[in-house]
């Protein structure tokens, strides 16, 4: 099994900036796509970015340009770098991993809050 725990989030002003860390755990060599969701309250949970084991990058129209998903394998943490935030951007962030053909894992989520 694969375990995940998020890290980073917080408040920030439009226009700044936060990191989200995911750091993995177990089964980790089966991981083949790590990704990011977001959930608004009295929203669906919605996919930001994705980033394969390999090279291939994802990201929802909302974010491009402002969002960069990254990948550290020595210390098995994803990132998302977010800038030029938005309130729009206020969500509950969640990692996902997919690994083993067909299963996946969640994090717990981490709040961010963007707001003047």
């Known amino acids: 099994q694969v375990q995940l725990v998020e890290s980073g989030g917080g408040a920030a002003q439009p226009g700044g900036s936060l990191r989200l860390s995911c750091e993995a755990s177990g089964s980790i060599s089966t991981i083949y796509a790590t990704g990011w969701y977001r959930q608004a309250p009295g929203k669906q949970r919605e996919l930001v970015a994705t980033i394969s084991s390999g090279i291939w990058k994802n990201y929802a129209d909302s974010v491009k340009g402002r969002f960069t998903i990254s990948r550290d394998n020595t210390k098995n943490t994803v990132y998302l770098q977010m800038n030029s935030l938005k309130p729009e951007d206020t969500a509950v962030y969640y990692c996902?991993?997919?690994?083993?053909?067909?299963?996946?894992?969640w994090g717990q989520g981490t709040q961010v809050t963007v707001s003047s």
């Open positions: 996902n991993a997919k690994y083993a053909y067909s299963a996946q894992a």
